[in-house]
């Protein structure tokens, strides 16, 4: 069974950076996409940004120009580099592997990990 490995979650200070790794177990042939997803309670899972095998990327409004989405295919790892971080981006990100088609369809989970933007 595939597994992916969220890492690099933490406590940052407004504006500050992070970033996130997800590693999978092993290839997926299947699957031609990965994703970061966050989420807060109470609130639906946010989709963040995407990156197919072709190298498409595609980010949510409210993360363009601060977040970027890349791969290692060497080490079958996504990252998700984060700046200029804001309180309100306090959530659970998780990692997730799927197919696009025009739309993302996460069909793989990692377990997220707790990302804290607080002073």
């Known amino acids: 069974q595939v597994q992916l490995v969220e890492s690099g979650g933490g406590l940052v200070q407004p504006g500050g950076s992070l970033r996130l790794s997800c590693a999978a177990s092993?290839?997926?042939?299947?699957?031609?996409?990965m994703g970061w997803y966050r989420q807060v309670p109470v609130k639906e899972r946010e989709l963040v940004a995407t990156?197919?095998?072709?190298?498409?990327?595609n980010y949510a409004d409210s993360v363009k120009g601060r977040f970027s989405i890349s791969k290692d295919s060497t080490k079958n790892t996504v990252y998700l580099q984060m700046n200029s971080l804001e309180p309100e981006e306090t959530a659970v990100y998780y990692c997730?592997?799927?197919?696009?088609?025009?739309?993302?369809?996460?069909?793989?989970w990692g377990q997220g990990t707790q990302v804290t933007v607080s002073s």
């Open positions: 092993r290839i997926i042939f299947s699957l031609n996409a």
């Open positions: 997730a592997a799927g197919r696009n088609s025009g739309s993302f369809y996460p069909r793989l």
């Open positions: 990156t197919t095998t072709t190298d498409n990327t």
